[in-house]
């Protein structure tokens, strides 16, 4: 059965069609590893080949990976979620409730988005403090650690904007704390808390700009700038490694050469 | 011109070494050669595949977490019902611990804005390159400027009540001077680590320190009115 399902798979990669979407294909040989990645727009941020020292889970403990991990879930799970609800006065919170008790997994998908949510922002936090004592900042990588800090902005910003969505006591106050304190910004404060809001306090107005900048406008500037990171993660020679970190592996066998079907 | 050439040229689709590449050294300086032939691995799978298990990994952690602790919801916001304390989220609550002793323009505003300007610019000045233990330098003048600094920040921190904020100041303080007067070949080995800190190390691991503290006292720490009460009598 699994081999038939293996022909079957087989055969459909060869397909005219197929190859025309995924022109490297996978399979077996290093050439067709290479395509995999540099025929692959996303896939293309990165090069096709890695140094293994880079990979070692001491360089970087999977941090950033993580919180790529975290964006993942985030965005998957607010799309969802924006099927049940509406950002306005005061349907909002009703919509909320009912994701708690009516839609079915609705409580788990909340749930979900919540705590992932919080595990973005600390691990953002935690990456860029691994960098740093990695000291992985020091150039070539200092615009990297820049382009880190405009994610971590973004992560917060993400992350306070989702706060008001709920429209419960809260987030409501939450939020009033956060816009008070950015109302003492001397000459421009009130004008900058009148933007933020679209008013002088927290109302339906602000709820709708927090949604359209937590649904759309923040999320585009996340995968814009995780995108130049990855991308000059490539530029900068690849991650930070240490002249005194071992070159190669403990000796293993010899790999056998994998020969490719035609 | 256009004569068929008498050869090709091409790539075998089954090279497992890395290509070699040539370096023109130009001015007269030897090519110093560190890593000749470094160990490199395909991307696509040994990254992306470690990548997408620890992905994996942690959307297991989240998923059992979501199922056993739900998302807090209060009742609906009320302008008129102020609660006690109101609190920012968590990754805020230093600030808002800040706003507690200095004006909202100093905590809300000049503290974020230059913490975020310090941030960025750590990778270009030389001081945060440095790789030398502190004091090994210049040993004399540094000792002089870490003293005027950590006096100088206590007695702030005294003079407008931020106990809360001293503590781990004086705790890294300490720390550092034990490193002072530590040597990078002493026999134990937490001194020698300790000796061997550049500056950046110590500004960071002290601003690491003071947002855990802010942070989990803001969190746990803080009841009605900003006053003090243990999370565990509620
Ligand atoms: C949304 C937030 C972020 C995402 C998704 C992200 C993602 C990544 C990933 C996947 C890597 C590869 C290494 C690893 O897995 O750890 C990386 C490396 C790096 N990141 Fe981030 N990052 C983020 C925020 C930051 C922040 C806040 C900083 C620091 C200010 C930063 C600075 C760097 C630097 C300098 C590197 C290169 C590290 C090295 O060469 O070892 N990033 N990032």
Redesign the interface.
Known sequence: MAGKIDDYLAKLERTRVWRSVFRGG?GS??????L??QQNVF?HL??????????RFNATW?LG??T???F??LVTTGILLMLYYRPA??QA?AD??DL?FVVSSG??L???????A??M?LLA?AH??RV??R?A???P??FN??IG?VLL?IT?LL??TG?LL?????????I???S???A???VIGEKVRFLMLGGH??NANALLRFYVLHCVILPLAAVLFIAVHFWHIRKDGGLYVR?SEP???PAKED?S????KV | MTEPKDFTAG??????K?QKRVLFVTRRTSAQV??F????????????F??AL??EL??IA??L???F???????????T???NP???????LG??EM?HYF???V???LIPMVL?IA??V???FNV??E?DGLFLKNRGRRLNIFYAGAIGLSLFLWFFHVYVALIPTLLIVAIMLVAAFSSPASPQPLRRYLASKPVS?WV?TWF?LE?IVLTVVGTFFRGPGWSWVLPWRS
């Open positions: 996978t040989s290093t050439l067709r590893r290479a995999a990645i896939l990165f090069s096709t080949k890695v140094r293994r020292r880079m990979l999977y990976t993580l790529l991990g975290t993942l879930i006065v005061p919170y909320v409730k708690q409580l788990f909340r749930n979900l988005h919540r705590w992932a919080h595990t922002v936090f860029l403090f740093f004592y000291g900042y020091r150039p990588r200092e650690w820049v800090i902005m917060l992350s306070y706060y709920p429209w419960d006591q809260l987030a409501y106050w939450a009033t704390v956060g008070n304190i950015s003492t910004v001397p306090q927290v002249q070159v190669r592996e790999e050469v994998e020969l490719e | 790539v075998g689709s089954d090279i497992k890395s560190r890593v032939d470094e160990e490199r691995v395909q991307t696509y799978p040994e990254a992306l470690r990548a620890a992905i942690l959307t989240l998923v977490i979501s199922l602790f739900n998302a807090p919801l209060e009742g609906l916001a009320d302008p019902n102020t609660p109101a609190k920012a989220p968590w990754y805020f600030l808002q706003l004006p909202p323009v905590a809300g505003v975020v941030l960025v750590i990778p270009y945060n390159i790789a190390w960071m690491l947002l």
